[in-house]
């Protein structure tokens, strides 16, 4: 079982980036789907993108080109690289993980631990 932590985020003008960072603690880190996701003020908690163990990854539509999911498994920590930022992309952004998960999905509900959140404001 993994705990995660993010950092990263922070506010940024329209056109600048960031990099987000969640750092899982605990066993069988390579065997776990992760993903990013994010929710807005008033709005549903949304998948971002997401990495399954094999490295294959799924975006939302409104990030790609724009975000690049990675892991670094020898320090056990999961990136979102936010460029070309947009104020719609202002939300929590949350790190969350997945044991059981082969393929990267993209909603919320399929996953079993969280984060506690890092807002990033455009």
């Known amino acids: 079982h993994v705990q995660l932590v993010e950092s990263g985020g922070g506010s940024v003008q329209a056109g600048g980036s960031l990099r987000l960072s969640c750092v899982a603690s605990?066993?069988?880190?390579?065997?776990?789907?992760m993903g990013w996701f994010r929710q807005g003020e008033g709005k549903e908690r949304e998948g971002v993108a997401a990495?399954?163990?094999?490295?294959?990854?799924a975006y939302a539509d409104s990030v790609k080109g724009r975000f690049t999911i990675s892991k670094d498994n020898a320090k056990t920590t999961l990136l979102l690289q936010l460029n070309s930022l947009k104020p719609a992309d202002t939300a929590m952004h949350y790190c969350?993980?997945?044991?059981?998960?082969?393929?990267?999905?993209?909603?919320?509900?399929?996953?079993?631990?969280w984060g506690q959140g890092t807002q990033v404001t455009v």
């Open positions: 969350a993980a997945d044991y059981g998960l082969q393929r990267p999905h993209l909603p919320a509900s399929w996953y079993t631990v």
């Open positions: 990495i399954a163990p094999n490295d294959k990854t």
């Open positions: 605990g066993s069988h880190y390579g065997s776990y789907c």
